[in-house]
């Protein structure tokens, strides 16, 4: 393959791998820090392939929060339900009481072997 595409696949993958491990690592510290609050249930948002938001309201101010497809599809929450997720302070974000972040951390961490391998091949000598 050409050096110039394997140079850009390698820009492509580093910079979607340096994404998903900074929100899989949001994730993960918000899910060992188990500070949980109860939100209430706004709007529902769109089910995608991966996936699904809703809206909730802590405090008077509005969140997304990510939901399964299932869950979405099966309309697990509705409009007016009060539910309980996970909240990181510093990040003031939500997630999923039941979400597995840990799955999530380990997958984005193998996905930078991908702009390596673009890297090594850059390197390596033809």
Known sequence: MNRKIYFVLFLLFAFFSYFFFKTAYRDHKISIGKIAKNVLVVSKGNCGRGGGTIKVKYESKIYTLGIGRNDCINGKYKIGDQIIVLYGEQYDYFILKDMNTISSLYLSIAFFFLPI??????????
């Not at 391998?117 to 033809?126: A, E």
């Open 117 to 126: 391998y673009c890297l090594y091949k850059l390197i390596r000598k033809p």
